[in-house]
């Protein structure tokens, strides 16, 4: 146990070295990172905190839509923490870097079990500090509930953390044998099926549907002064984080039920962790060491003395899609990125939650109308919500590939190949794949919305706008701010450049958003505003691309 | 066909190299030894066009690193002194990217690759990932990727660290028949005996300044030391 504590004190220490250290960039960065997540959480606690106080003076209505918002942000809160703790979980387990030094040590397997468990918990908590505890403390303060509720609440969200990182680690044993089995396009494929089948069920379920909203509304029992709960209740029943939100709805007017749902709960919760840790402290030295293996053969097999680019099958080895230098240099990052498993699970969580915003969008225009009268608005918001994924994948993508070209960039940069086609490749290849993507996203919505044509197609003109500065952005400060010594996407993503990429590109996002609303959605007429946005974007692209180009002619791998 | 021109180079307050001035000619071997912290490395990157000057040039077959990169690196042939890789490409796949790189055509490719794998003996490890190579591996790929688009010059930084001992006469032959052939190498490193008998003419750095250069019978009679080995002359002359 004193092991346990040791390296993640050291591991926590991190922080106090940042903040002791003489770096201001460091520093800010940390401060940054405090200010946006407590900026988020106050503006979540104020937001449910009015809406709890609304719900609270609806005497009739009120005890059910309040538990159903709470079950539907738990239910959120859940499957985040699941899939963030599975894909998270899966490289803290097998992949960290300080497994070796672990296994070479004289410390048991269920040490190492137990100090990786804890570190998946607090590394995927992030759903439950950002959204639950705003929302439970709104709950809590929204309907004037005392003390107890509180120390209620408190130990209803530690069995639900606790819960919920077992269950993770069971799911991540269990994906780690299968995985280790089955074919990798065979577990690539059922790893997508699960993915878009879960998403379409969360929202099937929190996406209300006419019956949900007649189960509320409609009262069952004239003679009641309260409308009804048990109708919510049997939607969530089978949902882990319907205890929790049950738990917590329950301690805010009956702490007797309370009690006793807590008291069921946490002796769930502990025997639920005690199998996981029993089952997984036992599996884990056995699918540890066989998880760690590499492949070795690009192919999983040893192709002996094949001595040319193309295999018998006629297909070439490398480069098989572009042919000029600079080409073969964003197939090389393509190549690495699809072989870089953690990576690639980080991009599919991102299009995961794409997935369930778009389907989310779709079930909500096909159930409750279409958005005709409001189309400029919902475009505009939609504008703005997909420069996020934009924003995103651009951070996960285009601002570390000057950086993650690493020590290794010498090849290329002791290369004839004039850096800056280099750099026009790199910009054109990814906003030529993020406008694809994104545009397809957008049409993907439009018939369950009932855009018209004219809409859509000036949708798409500002998406491709949006695409090309933000990338060009992306990779303007990715070139300015390069870490060659740094190969973790995230920590190059959450450094001061990728902070200020960040900021810019959804300022840049909500600029044009609401550029947008004015071109299409106003009475008046749009075409000045159209002209001010593309002489704003092309200003913005140019300077970006000159200052990235110039730049990158001048980088030294020290 | 390598000219080192007043070369300076400066890491903020640091100064790393300070005015240098070395040529070498097509078909010579120019060793540049010192301790370490000299600035060799320095002058390699520099000459590869990973560092950009802070005053002076580098000229490689007349075209300047600084002014026209592009064919100055035409004709070079860069092996690092720590061969990082793209660790998730196979050795195969890393060859034929700097092939691509270099200009070097599909077919010369496809025919010239086997040919390099048969001088290491790599042809059962090719088609791994790099990652799972050993460090001496690395080296071997990083020494064939050079050699793979026919350079006129080699830039070479600690050719032999990590590399078994047959392989390091290997390496030392190949770069022996280049310059007979009428290359040009210009070589780093510590490993004095490696470069002692293939050696045309020596340099020697202390603090990023040239303190010695000549062949050796030439820094012998400097030294006044008759029949001494190049180890011999370099601490008489960095001491």
């Avoid at chain 1, 030295?285 to 690009?298: G, H, K």
């Avoid at chain 2, 690196?73 to 270099?102: C, N, Q, S």
Wanted: glycine share 8%; with cysteine.
């Amino acid at each position: 146990m004193n092991i346990i504590f040791y390296i993640l004190s050291q591991k926590l220490s991190r922080v106090g070295k940042i903040l002791r250290g003489k770096k201001l960039a460091p520093k800010i960065v940390f401060a940054a990172f405090v200010l946006i997540f407590f900026l988020i959480g106050i503006a979540e606690f104020f937001g449910f905190l009015r809406a709890f106080r609304f719900l609270s003076g609806q005497e009739f209505f009120g005890p059910p839509l309040t538990l159903f918002v709470l079950e539907q942000f738990l239910l959120f809160v859940f499957v985040l923490f699941i899939l963030s703790a599975s894909i998270s979980g899966f490289f803290i387990y097998f992949r960290s870097s300080d497994i070796p030094l672990l296994l070479s040590a004289p410390v048991g397997a269920r040490t190492i079990f137990s100090l990786k468990f804890a570190e998946m918990t607090a590394i995927s908590s992030w759903p439950l500090i950002l959204l639950g505890i705003p929302l439970v403390l709104a709950i809590g303060m929204g309907t004037k509930a005392g003390v107890p509720f509180f120390i209620f609440a408190f130990f209803a969200l530690a069995a639900f953390l606790f819960f919920s990182s077992a269950l993770a680690s069971l799911v991540i044993f269990f994906a780690g044998y299968f995985f280790k089995c089955v074919p990798k396009f065979l577990s690539v494929c059922a790893s997508a099926a699960v993915l878009l089948g879960g998403g379409y069920g969360l929202v099937q379920v929190m996406v209300p549907r006419s019956a949900t909203l007649s189960a509320i509304f409609e009262a069952a029992n004239l003679e009641s002064s309260v409308a009804t709960t048990v109708f919510i209740e049997h939607m969530f029943f089978w949902w882990p984080s319907h205890w929790v939100a049950l738990l917590i709805f329950s301690a805010s007017f009956d702490m007797e039920r309370a009690f006793f749902i807590l008291s069921g709960l946490i002796v769930f919760a502990a025997v639920f962790s005690m199998l996981a840790f029993f089952v997984g402290s036992a599996a884990y030295p056995f699918l540890l060491l066989i998880l760690r293996e590499s492949i070795f053969y690009a192919r999983g097999r040893m192709r002996g003395s094949r001595d040319d680019t193309r295999t018998r099958a006629g297909v070439r080895s490398f480069p098989k899609i572009f042919f000029h230098p600079a080409g073969a240099i964003v197939e090389k990052d393509i190549l690495l990125f699809i072989r870089n498993y953690q990576e690639l699970a980080k991009s599919g969580f991102i299009l995961f939650l794409l997935f369930i915003y778009l389907a989310a969008i779709a079930s909500t225009g096909d159930r409750i109308g279409r958005f005709v009268e409001a189309e400029g608005v919902v475009l505009a918001l939609h504008l703005i919500a997909i420069s996020y994924f934009v924003t995103t994948l651009s951070l996960q993508f285009v601002f570390p590939s000057v950086s993650l070209e690493g020590r290794g960039s010498w090849i290329v940069w002791s290369s004839p190949v004039n850096r800056k086609y280099v750099y026009i490749a790199k910009y054109f290849f990814w906003s030529a794949l993020l406008f694809f993507v994104m545009e397809a996203s957008m049409l993907f919505t439009a018939p369950f919305v009932g855009l018209s044509g004219f809409a859509a197609g000036v949708a798409s003109v500002f998406l491709l706008l949006l695409v090309l500065i933000i990338v060009s952005v992306s990779l303007a400060f990715g070139t300015l701010f390069p870490d060659f010594h740094e190969s973790n996407v995230d920590r190059l993503a959450t450094s001061a450049g990728g902070l200020m990429t960040t900021f810019t590109s959804l300022a840049l996002g909500l600029f044009m958003g609401i550029m947008f609303f004015l071109v299409a959605g106003g009475s008046g007429n749009g075409a000045p505003w159209f002209l001010f946005s593309a002489v704003t974007a092309i200003v913005l692209i140019a300077s970006s691309l000159y200052a990235g180009m110039k730049r990158i002619q001048q980088l030294e791998v020290v | 066909m390598l000219s080192i021109k007043n070369l300076t180079k400066k890491f903020g307050d640091a100064v790393a190299v300070e005015n240098l001035s070395i040529d070498v000619s097509p078909g010579e071997i120019y060793a540049l030894i010192g301790p370490n912290g000299s600035g060799k490395t320095t002058t390699i990157k520099l000459a590869a066009g990973l560092y950009y000057p802070t005053a002076g040039d580098i000229f490689i077959e007349n075209a300047s690193i600084t002014r026209d990169p592009e064919k100055a690196k035409r004709a070079i042939g860069y092996i690092p002194d720590e061969p990082f890789f793209y660790d998730r490409m196979t050795g195969r796949e890393f060859l034929h990217l700097v092939g691509v790189l270099f200009g070097v055509s599909e077919a010369d490719r496809n025919e010239k690759i086997p040919h390099l794998l048969e001088i290491f003996g790599l042809s059962g490890i090719i088609d791994g990932f790099v990652e799972n190579y050993s460090r001496g591996n690395k080296q071997k790929v990083s020494i064939l990727a050079a050699f793979l688009h026919d350079p006129k010059l080699l830039l070479v930084d600690e050719p032999i660290v990590g590399l078994d001992p047959e392989s390091a006469v290997r390496a030392r032959q190949l770069f022996s028949d280049f310059a007979k052939e009428g290359g040009t190498v210009f070589v780093c490193t510590h490993t004095l005996g490696f470069v002692e008998d293939i050696v045309s003419r020596v340099g020697m750095l202390k603090t990023g300044k040239l303190i010695k250069e000549g062949t050796i019978e030439e820094l012998r009679q400097t030294a006044g030391k008759p029949g001494a080995g190049l180890e011999e002359l370099y601490l008489h002359f960095t001491k």
